[in-house]
């Protein structure tokens, strides 16, 4: 099998995955480079099951996948202002979020090596993405999560039998937990930000979407982005459909933060090459993509520019009215899902597409995991 491993900073390559997995040179983030053409067969795919493993030709060779049903989700249109678009329903999959393909990917890729116990640092759901897979999987994972945590996402990760360690603080201080408990234990890093199997998963968002739509790419994806792992699994995922020779052009993808979580914007707008963290920390609804800096800054940059695509920010008050209208339209979504809302109504203005123009949102989260309304009495 093939395990090839390139640093995104320095180049170098490497076979096997250090336990914690970055470029052992520069500690930059790796990626995957087993399978970067997949030779999908479109009449093969249509007889194959609807789950995001029918594109084993895209996916590293791992045995018997750890898998808990990870089906194809639906793609619905939605009327948000003047423009029908398309919600590709990530929120529906096992856990109840998107990070269940990365989670499906890296635990199938993880017992496979052999490995029994691993550590992950998150903010809930791909904590609870990881801890559902890791217990499918046999292997015990320890997630480091912010103490402020919804109480959905913690209750997902302690039924599965994880260790949860609450950390006080903003988000980055459970990474700091994480990375101290790391150099003491030289536990193995089953990082959804830093793994490079996570987002092979996440490659395979893209792969659906476009057979959804009878093998042609949308004009657009609208995504939130924190860390910007929905962006690169969709950048890379319709990268690989171009050199196959599946598309002619790659989408262009438009990331949505939060006005209080924006380091990719400002540096999007002032021309960068990296995204330098932004402190102190301020806490938003979008707690999900609330991150000072993404891990992988320099190639969501690089996405954003090489797609034509575009960065928007959005407030607090129109986070939680896109959650309102979302569900008012069926959509029961988290506040981080929900920040594509405001974002597409401001994307008239910064990156006008032709009427007609295919755009495709992404639900990233389950509204179960973290309710924003107040229960009201009854009047
Ligand atoms: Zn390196």
Known sequence: MSRSFACEVCGATLDQLPRDPRCPDCRGPLSYQGVTTPEFVPTDLAR???????YREALPEVGTPVSLGEFMTPLLPLQAGSRQVLVKCEYQLPTGSYKDRGAAVLMSYLRQTGVRAAVEDSSGNAGAALAAYAARAGIHLRVFCPDSTAGAKLAQITLTGAALERVPGPRQEATRALREYLARTGAVYASHLWHPLFLVGVKTMAFEITEQ???VAPAAVVCPVGAGSILLGLYRGFCDLRRAGRIPRLPRLVAVQSGLADAVYRAFTAG???VAPVFPSRPTVASGIALPAPARGKEVLQALRRTRGTVVTVDEDDILSGQRALAQAGFGVEPTSAVIWPGLLRL??????????????ILTGHGLKSPAEPVMPHP
């Open 48 to 54: 194959r099951p609807p789950t995001m493993w029918r």
């Open 213 to 215: 739509l009878g093998w």
């Open 272 to 274: 960068a090459e990296q």
């Open 348 to 361: 008239e203005h910064h990156m006008p597409l032709p009427a007609g123009a295919v755009v495709v949102c």
